[in-house]
């Protein structure tokens, strides 16, 4: 794997960025040598992930992302991470001299240069990277498949700090490539063996990452691995005991493909997706767990009973932890909600659509985003401070602050 991280991913020295580097302090000894190893006093931000060199406007958006969040963490401890989701890419392998930005994966090598200008703890990939079609438009022959996937893997194979997938519902190549191939490939394959300590399911496409110096897990899950769209009972259990196990005062957040509740997005709900099946389970689940219950509510289940259901069984009780939010992809929008106190979150990290894109507006127009992939980026960081449980999704590119979002929990 990666035995030179410091060569990965590298900066020269900027005004607006450089406090950065030594305020937050470093995540880890790779993080430390990436972001040293760049610096020149004699030039302004130029970007390189991987060796290739990123364009100018985006270590433009890059640059004026990290100024909004500098100001922002002040002094404050902070987990960050960038997030992408709904890359969607359908081009075979990955271009890289020079680098095809019309290739969505070429926004990874942002996600990750995002990621260490601004110190953060992982990465996260919010899945549906895509098999299900080829460049046509049509089910791929299975080495068009291969190629698209080693696309993948190579784009983010020499990244140092740990990536968590969830998988998407078009990343089953329509039947041909199951949860645990994903988990090999990606979760185990690529964060796992990077030598991060990720507790993975056996499939490898749910489990959890602690940063136990912050106090924080992330919990990360598959919401296609029972059909098209739903959970196991198997998964919901590892949910209930990741949940469970979760030390005092540690703070939580969820992450998964396809957005709870279901009607925050316009997906096409009860059409090609169906009801994301146990979606009610999962949502009681966590709703229990960030208000540290032991039983159901009454009302849900009449009389209330110790917290069980569909032969999956909890108990928050004595749970002191806290629920930071949940963040979701597959709607491509910007949409959140508050249920019973419990934050739902759904972004786009689609800075790859076309303004010409057919598949986008067609039922609402305020869906269409008007820029080219090869011209602007529209990658979010979200960012938690715990001490003030306080959560801020900045965007890099395309909507910048106004597309940010802000709430507590
Ligand atoms: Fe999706």
């Known amino acids: 794997m990666n035995d030179k991280p410091s060569e990965n991913v590298m900066r020269s020295v900027d005004p607006l960025t450089d406090g950065m580097v030594s305020r937050r302090g470093f995540i880890g000894a790779a993080v430390a040598s990436a972001a040293v190893a760049g610096l020149h006093a004699d030039s302004r931000a130029s970007w390189t992930v991987d060796g290739i060199p990123l364009p100018d406007w985006a270590a433009d958006r890059i640059r004026s992302g990290v100024a909004r969040y500098n100001a922002w963490c002040g002094k404050d401890e902070t987990v960050a991470f960038p997030l992408i989701t ?10 890289e001299n020079p680098p095809n930005w019309n290739d969505p994966k070429s926004h990874i090598l942002f996600q990750r240069a995002i990621a260490h200008a601004t110190d953060s703890d992982f990465l996260v990939n919010l899945g549906d990277l895509d098999f299900d079609i080829n460049i046509l438009g049509v089910k791929p022959e299975w080495n068009d498949v291969q190629a698209v996937i080693d696309g993948f893997v190579r784009v983010y194979e020499k990244e140092p700090l740990p990536v968590l997938f969830s998988m998407g519902n078009h990343d089953h190549a329509k039947g041909r490539y199951t949860s645990k191939q994903f988990g090999d490939t990606f979760n185990r394959g690529i964060t796992a063996r990077a030598g991060h300590k990720v507790v993975l399911s056996e499939c490898g496409t749910w489990g959890y990452y602690d940063i136990p110096a912050k106090r924080f897990r992330a919990v990360f899950l598959n919401t296609s ?6 959970y196991s009972r198997k998964q919901l259990q590892f949910l209930s005991d990741a949940l469970a196990t979760v030390p005092e005062e540690w703070h939580v957040i969820a992450l998964q493909h396809i957005q709870v509740p ?9 059409l090609d997706d169906g009801p994301l099946r146990r979606e009610g389970i999962f949502m009681q689940i966590v709703d229990d767990f960030a208000h540290h219950r032991g039983n159901l509510v009454q009302g849900f289940h009449n009389p209330p009973i110790k917290g069980q259901y569909d032969g999956i069984k909890w108990d928050f009780a004595d749970s002191k932890a806290s629920f930071v939010g ?7 929008l910007e949409a959140n909600m508050q249920i019973d106190g419990v934050n739902w979150v759904t972004r786009p990290g689609y800075g790859t659509v076309p303004a010409d894109c057919p598949c986008m507006g067609a039922r609402d127009p305020k869906c269409v985003w008007e ?3 090869s011209k602007d980026m529209m990658i979010d960081l979200v960012a938690v401070k715990p001490e003030k449980r306080v959560v801020h999704v900045f965007r890099f590119g395309y909507g910048g602050p106004e597309s940010e979002l802000e709430y507590k929990y």
Do not use: C, L
């Open 86 to 95: 709904d890359v969607h890419s359908h081009e075979p392998g990955f271009a």
């Open 225 to 230: 691995d029972e059909g098209y769209a739903g």
């Open 262 to 270: 279901g009607i925050m997005g316009r997906w096409r709900r009860g």
């Open 326 to 332: 949940g963040f979701f992809g597959h709607t491509h």
């Open 371 to 373: 820029f080219k992939r």
